[in-house]
């Protein structure tokens, strides 16, 4: 097993995931970034690469509002295939939604390990990673 | 003694020698009867061999002689002489000896008697057969007398005839007849008979031989009797000189013959049959036949029964029991001192009752038995007989019919109705039990006319009770009526008669039938009904079956103004606005054929209408009323005037309520919309700000810095578009609508789209084509229409298909009095399923397309919306897109 952290963002704002990966870099833990601009393209490559899971992220920064498919329709379609993977997935929805409706909606996806409001913020995100990377030893 | 004493002596050896062997029973005797001599024959006679007679007392002897003979003995020693022919001697041993004797003296030579000589015979046997004999002759003369047998003879030489008395008699003539050959022939019946006894005669006179004949003959008087003749000749000498025999009237016996014979018969008849049960039962109580009809009738076998089987495997217990006492009752004793099977015995039984039989399979049924005692013909009970006949079914009628009756006077009694039958010609009355009971009278006076019930008769109403008999006897017709009567305890009751006229052939008036029904509390009833109807809180009026109105109350003079008298016996429809009545007449009418309470015509709106054609909203309550008179429909009517104001007021008030509710509901909508917008498109960019901010404090070098830069501008231009857009939306939001409406001419709006998109529509090749010819001008916000056309215009190139040139077809039309407007193309079309509820979201996008920013739809819904419209959208993926938009 690759002792990278393999790291997902699913966003369509350019911004957003300029920061992101700028913010991750700066962490300088060893990970290896995959980017997606929607849910369907994020989707599209777990079905490609259902029978290649190594290539799968352990972790993926999920963003709701997106262009084609957004935040929860791609968990529609994440938890649908979910059985035919082995590998331990940690999903953290990010949104800049303040909105109880979403907050409570993503609550009860049991595939999601937490709702993060953007900004995430160095610190948190530090800690996020490095708690994964504890995990996986 | 002798003067030769030997000579003497020698002489009294010899006789005693002679005396010993004569072959008769001889005694000699001295004066005092002591036996001298005796002969061996006497000896024999009385059995005397074994003993020593001579020496001893004659009366030694024979114990036995009585003193009478001892008399004779004596006077016989004083010279006399007894002799008997015959006569009978009791023997000491019991025995009968009958005897003849000769007793004398004897005479010494001196003269003297010197004893008796004793001569006797035994003739016992001769005097059995004598008498045997004349039994014999007796038995026969009784018995002809009672078989009716007389004797004739005929002499052949002297051509005499005699008859006994009994022939006379079978002959039926005199005592002084002189019977002939000639007159004997003629009494025989000259048809048959006759010949048959003068060819009988002349060959049993010509062969010898005997006959025996039955024939028929007519007496002196003219009768017909049947006689069995037998006749015997005799011959002498080859010639018949004698013709003898007997002649029996076998009349009777034919006669009872033949009786006997259909007695047995119809006995065998009887005892054959399979409807009646015959069995007889031995003096020991045991069965010793069984019929046919027994065995068909209880299902046992004879052979099951007879000889080993009393009757009561198939009597009831308690029956018996009852029987037997019943039985000593009649012989009027007591019974606890006898025996009723043994008084039977001795007496005659003849019983007809009904029993209970058991069949064999448990059932029991009831019989009706005659119960004979069996004599024999020493009329000493031989046992009984039983003839029992099954009468379930008389039985089962004669029960149905009880049963019938008691369920008239049990349902006269209940419905307090009596019945009465007039013969009007002899003025006879039958009344019912419970008519009696009725007027109070006692049922033992029975000697019932017309005025016995009319003297019942309230004084007040005899006039009333006068006129209908009248009228019934006037119009053979009994109409119904009530009146009053006083009964004999002085209590007045109200009473109904109900009756039937019935005439001769003439149509003349014989008799009247009918009921007496005790209306009093009926009639009490009829008044607290009355009283009822007149505290109802609502309008009440009853109506017939025919639908004429019979009562109202006060509430329903007040409601529709009339009198009862205005509305008695008119049609109900009066009270109903004339539209209504033909569906009313058919309800009603269907109301009478299932007659329950309900509610009328429910969920409908009802009218009624007053005296002054008022229409008045009511509600109204059906329910039956079963009377004496048919079926009534009681209404109970509520006038509702106050409730449907009320429920106008509701439902207005209600209608508000709504109203507000949408209003609400369309601003939360809102609202909600609004919340959106701020958490994505508000807060996204001011997230990034930040996190270009925390990168920007951390960035190295200047050209990190500057690239940061570049993006913070990006940032703050996307910020501000969308700030510019909200504000567009809340200034549309705000703007009085009223405001800058004119009359918009679609064609003109298209124009200017098309002016205004003439660049991408010359690029795509597009097709924009519009219809407006069912509506060309709306009253709208011109600058919105235009709005409205530009964006779903312009949208639809944006998203077009990459295989085909856009096609868009706009066309407007009226649905349920809405203006409506439709936007048709041919692009790329939108998965609905998955983003309907985001379509017309801000900034929500459904395509990869550079220029797709999210807001076009969103300001089009705005424009729509804040006009009192909606928009709606139909997508098929790579087939099209139809927005609807629906004015208000």
Request: charged share 30%.
């Amino acid at each position: 097993m690759s002792n990278l952290l393999k790291t997902c963002i699913v966003d369509d704002d350019l911004i957003y995931r300029f920061t992101m990966v700028k913010t991750l870099e700066s962490i300088k833990l060893p990970m290896d970034i995959m980017v997606f601009s929607d849910g369907e393209k994020a989707i599209n490559f777990m079905l490609d690469n259902l029978d290649n899971e190594p290539e799968y992220p352990d972790v993926i920064f999920l963003d709701i509002d997106m262009p084609v498919m957004d935040g929860f329709q791609f968990m529609e379609e994440f938890i649908k295939i979910k059985p035919r993977i082995g590998k331990s997935i940690t999903i953290y929805m990010v949104s800049s939604s303040i909105d109880p409706v979403d907050i409570e909606r993503a609550n009860n996806i049991s595939a999601i390990s937490d709702y993060i409001i953007k900004p995430i913020g160095l610190v948190r995100l530090k800690e996020i990673m490095e708690n994964l990377l504890d995990e996986r030893k | 003694m002798g003067i030769n004493k030997n000579n003497s002596e020698s002489l009294e050896k010899y006789h005693k020698i002679f005396i010993e062997q004569t072959p008769t029973a001889i005694a000699m005797l001295d004066n005092n009867m002591v036996y001298l001599a005796i002969s061996q024959r006497w000896l024999k006679d009385y059995k005397l061999e074994e003993q020593e007679v001579i020496g001893r007392s004659h009366y030694d002897v024979f114990p036995e002689i009585g003193d009478d003979w001892k008399e004779h003995h004596k006077k016989c020693l004083q010279g006399a002489v007894d002799t008997c022919d015959e006569a009978p001697f009791q023997r000491a041993d019991g025995s009968l000896q009958w005897i003849y004797w000769d007793v004398r003296p004897w005479y010494t030579t001196n003269g003297e008697v010197g004893g008796l000589l004793m001569h006797t015979g035994d003739i016992t046997h001769q005097k059995e057969k004598d008498l045997e004999k004349k039994r014999i002759e007796e038995i026969l003369e009784k018995t002809n007398e009672i078989a009716r047998i007389g004797t004739w003879d005929l002499n052949l030489i002297t051509n005499e005839v005699y008859w006994s008395e009994m022939v006379r008699e079978i002959h039926e003539v005199s005592e002084d007849f002189i019977p002939t050959m000639e007159a004997s022939k003629n009494f025989y019946e000259e048809t048959e008979s006759r010949d048959r006894f003068v060819n009988t005669v002349r060959d049993s006179m010509l062969k010898g031989t005997p006959f025996d004949l039955e024939l028929e003959i007519i007496t002196a008087k003219g009768k017909s009797n049947w006689v069995r003749v037998v006749g015997q000749p005799e011959i002498l000498e080859g010639k018949c000189t004698r013709l003898f025999g007997i002649i029996q009237d076998i009349n009777k016996i034919i006669q009872s013959e033949k009786a006997l014979s259909k007695a047995h018969s119809e006995l065998q008849g009887i005892f054959n049959s399979k409807a009646i049960a015959i069995i007889t039962a031995d003096k020991n109580g045991f069965i010793n036949r069984f019929n046919q009809g027994a065995e068909e009738i209880l299902g046992y076998s004879a052979t099951e029964l007879v000889g080993s089987k009393r009757p009561d495997v198939f009597l009831v217990k308690e029956e018996i029991a009852e029987f037997r006492k019943n039985l000593v009752q009649s012989f009027n004793k007591d019974p606890s001192l006898i025996d009723p099977v043994e008084y039977l015995k001795s007496h005659d039984l003849n019983n007809t009752r009904e029993w209970t039989y058991r069949r064999k399979n448990g059932d029991t049924f009831p019989v009706l038995t005659t119960l004979s005692s069996l004599k024999n013909d020493k009329g000493e009970n031989e046992g009984f007989i039983a003839v029992a006949t099954d009468i379930s079914k008389l039985k089962k009628v004669e029960n149905e019919l009880l049963k019938k009756n008691q369920l008239l006077n049990f349902a006269e009694e209940l419905s307090m109705i009596g019945h009465w039958q007039w013969n009007t010609v002899l003025d006879k009355v039958e009344w019912s039990q419970n008519l009696y009971t009725l007027v109070e009278l006692d049922e033992e006076f029975v000697d019932l006319k017309f005025d016995t019930y009319f003297s019942f008769v309230h004084p007040e109403d005899k006039e009333i009770v006068t006129h209908y008999f009248d009228k019934a006897v006037k119009n053979k017709e009994f109409y119904s009526f009530t009146h009053r009567i006083v009964t004999t305890s002085g209590k007045t009751k109200t009473i109904q008669l109900l009756g039937e006229v019935i005439t001769n052939k003439k149509g003349e008036v014989i008799e009247m039938i009918g009921t007496g029904q005790d209306v009093t509390e009926i009639k009490m009833a009829e008044r607290k009904f009355r009283g009822l109807l007149e505290s109802a809180p609502d309008a009440m009026v009853i109506v017939n079956e025919k639908g004429k109105i019979q009562l109202i109350n006060k509430q329903s003079e007040k409601l529709f103004g009339y009198t009862p008298e205005e509305l008695f016996e008119k049609s109900v429809e009066v009270l109903i606005p004339e539209k209504l009545y033909p569906s009313h007449t058919s309800h009603r009418k269907n109301f009478s054929h299932t007659p329950k309470a309900r509610e009328m015509g429910s969920g409908k709106e009802l009218y009624g209408v007053n005296k002054i054609g008022k229409k008045i909203p009511i509600q109204i309550s059906l329910s039956p009323l079963h009377t004496e008179e048919g079926l009534l429909v009681s209404a109970a009517i509520r006038d509702i005037t106050k409730q449907k104001l009320a429920e106008s007021k509701l439902i207005e008030a209600k209608e508000n309520l709504e109203h507000i509710a949408q209003k609400l509901s369309k601003q939360n909508k809102q609202l909600a919309d609004f919340t959106h917008i701020t958490s994505h498109n508000l807060r996204a960019p001011v997230a990034n700000l930040n996190s270009l901010m925390e990168l920007y404090n951390m960035s190295e070098s200047e050209p990190e810095r500057i690239d940061l830069l570049d993006k913070f501008e990006t940032v703050i231009q996307h910020l501000t578009l969308t700030l510019n857009t909200l504000i567009e939306a809340l200034k549309t939001k705000i703007t009085d609508t009223s405001e800058g409406l004119e009359n918009v001419d679609l064609n003109d709006v298209l124009k200017s789209t098309n002016e205004i998109l003439s660049g991408v529509i010359l690029k795509s090749g597009a097709i924009v084509k519009g219809d407006f010819s069912n509506v060309s001008t709306i009253t709208y916000n011109k600058v919105y229409m235009e709005s409205i056309f530009l964006n779903l215009v312009g949208n639809a190139i944006k998203y077009k298909s990459e295989a085909r040139a856009p096609e868009i077809f706009i066309t407007s039309e009226v649905e349920n009095g809405k203006i409506i407007l439709k936007f048709k193309d041919n692009g790329l079309g939108i998965d609905l399923e998955r983003h309907r509820h985001k379509l017309f979201g801000l900034n929500k996008v459904f395509h990869r397309h550079h220029d797709a920013k999210g807001v076009g739809l969103f300001l089009t819904k705005t424009q729509i919306e804040v006009m009192g419209g909606f928009i709606s959208a139909s997508s098929k993926v790579d087939v099209g897109t139809t927005f609807t938009i629906n004015f208000n």
